[in-house]
């Protein structure tokens, strides 16, 4: 039984790997397999990971279903400019954030979240980053919203300046023992 299970597994192996360089030699539209994923078991191709639009989709699925000796394909695949989309929408739909556009720019490469612009304080950029993080298929997250430093603290009218802390003591010498001089 091991050995049927072992040769079933290196049967999937090659498939998954035959689909793999069936999407690198396409010379339609480009399909970046370094964000994909393609496990088969038993003739069924699961692909997973990131693609930038539907074409790419439609084809990374046509390409991989047209291999020698894949059966079914199923497809867990997520689109950058569908990811945009629940992004905005989800900053949109946040209290936190809801207010903050259009100085909130979305975008997406494989899954990976850019936001840019400008917002109005370290806590509204700070809960872009968290919402969009949270968004299914979302692998990471860049946040370069732009927000005003927080204000520092500015003494009252008529403070006294805050004492300095006195110096620290040099540290003694050790002291030698002095020998006596021979006679």
Not at 166 to 181: D, F, G, L, R, V
């Amino acid at each position: 039984m091991a050995e049927a299970t072992t040769a079933g597994s290196m049967q999937d192996e090659a498939l998954a790997l035959a689909a793999e360089n069936a999407l690198r030699n396409y010379t339609g539209v480009r399909v970046w397999t370094d964000a994909l994923g393609l496990k088969a078991t038993n003739g069924i191709v699961e692909i997973s990971g990131h693609v930038r639009t539907h074409a790419e989709k439609e084809v990374t699925e046509d390409v991989v279903l047209k291999t020698k000796g894949v059966k079914d394909v199923v497809s867990q695949l997520y689109i950058d400019t569908d990811l945009e989309i629940r992004v905005a929408k989800a900053l949109g739909d946040d209290p936190r954030t809801r207010g903050s556009f259009p100085g909130i720019l979305v975008g997406s490469a494989f899954g990976e979240i850019y936001l840019k612009g400008s917002v109005t304080s370290p806590e509204i950029k700070k809960a872009a980053g968290e919402i969009a993080a949270k968004v299914e298929g979302v692998r990471e997250v860049n946040n370069q919203l732009e927000a005003p430093e927080p204000p520092k603290p500015t003494p009252a009218a008529g403070a006294k300046p805050a004492a300095k802390p006195a110096p620290k003591p040099a540290p003694k010498a050790e002291e030698e023992e002095e020998t006596p001089a021979e006679e």
